[in-house]
T-cell receptor
Framework: AQSVTQLDSQVPVFEEAPVELRCNYSSSVSVYLFWYVQYPNQGLQLLLKYLSGSTLVKGINGFEAEFNKSQTSFHLRKPSVHISDTAEYFCAVSASGGSYIPTFGRGTSLIVHP | DTGVSQDPRHKITKRGQNVTFRCDPISEHNRLYWYRQTLGQGPEFLTYFQNEAQLEKSRLLSDRFSAERPKGSFSTLEIQRTEQGDSAMYLC???????????FGSGTRLTVV
């Protein structure tokens, strides 16, 4: 079984500042890792995913994440945030090599102030 | 392709009533998933289908919950004898494979009064 911990429930930041949203996972097998974004009253939208290969993955809206196997982390970063990035962000992990359903973290609320 | 559609967007029901939600996935996606999301929490997996076969249903919250996907296209989630604790957002998602991530619908928000 796998689990996900999103270390911060809320991250306030000023517009144009950099941001990092932290995600740690636990699994006894190799994993796939995902970040999703959820805007108010909407479903989740896939931002980026790590399946294998390069540990730095780039996604939509200028976001990127780095897979660190030794730290069991998959932190999400953006060098300069916009007001429109204000949303809930979810990290998810699923076991690779089979039909394993992703487990989602509790989410991090990114609040971008002008 | 209009993405994953869920109907209704909002449902208010009295305790004890039955409710049914519908999900229309992306047509090329053979996998369909149901999740529940409560305030301040991440999505919680309920069940999923590959084509018309329901491959995992042990995580449905109780025997009051059931889901169908009769022809491998749209799916329905039914909650019988609703309770106030069933109030939540019910999300549907579809995919071609777990490794590619999911496309989510906008959800059905259920309020049980």
């Amino acid at each position: 079984a796998q689990s996900v911990t999103q270390l911060d429930s809320q991250v306030p930041v000023f517009e144009e500042a950099p941001v990092e949203l932290r995600c740690n996972y636990s699994s006894s097998v190799s994993v796939y890792l995902f970040w999703y974004v959820q805007y108010p009253n909407q479903g989740l939208q896939l931002l980026l995913k790590y399946l294998s290969g390069s540990t730095l993955v780039k996604g939509i809206n200028g976001f990127e994440a780095e897979f660190n196997k030794s730290q069991t982390s998959f932190h999400l970063r953006k060098p300069s945030v916009h007001i429109s990035d204000t949303a809930e962000y979810f990290c998810a992990v699923s076991a690779s090599g089979g039909s394993y359903i992703p487990t989602f973290g509790r989410g991090t609320s990114l609040i971008v102030h002008p | 392709d209009t993405g994953v559609s869920q109907d209704p967007r909002h449902k208010i029901t009295k305790r004890g009533q039955n409710v049914t939600f519908r999900c229309d996935p992306i047509s090329e996606h053979n996998r369909l998933y149901w999740y529940r999301q409560t305030l301040g929490q991440g999505p919680e997996f309920l069940t999923y289908f590959q084509n018309e076969a329901q491959l995992e249903k042990s995580r449905l919250l109780s025997d009051r919950f059931s889901a169908e996907r009769p022809k491998g296209s749209f799916s329905t989630l039914e909650i019988q004898r609703t309770e106030q604790g069933d109030s939540a957002m019910y999300l549907c998602a579809s995919s071609v494979s777990d490794r590619y991530g999911y496309t989510f619908g906008s959800g059905t928000r259920l309020t049980v009064v």
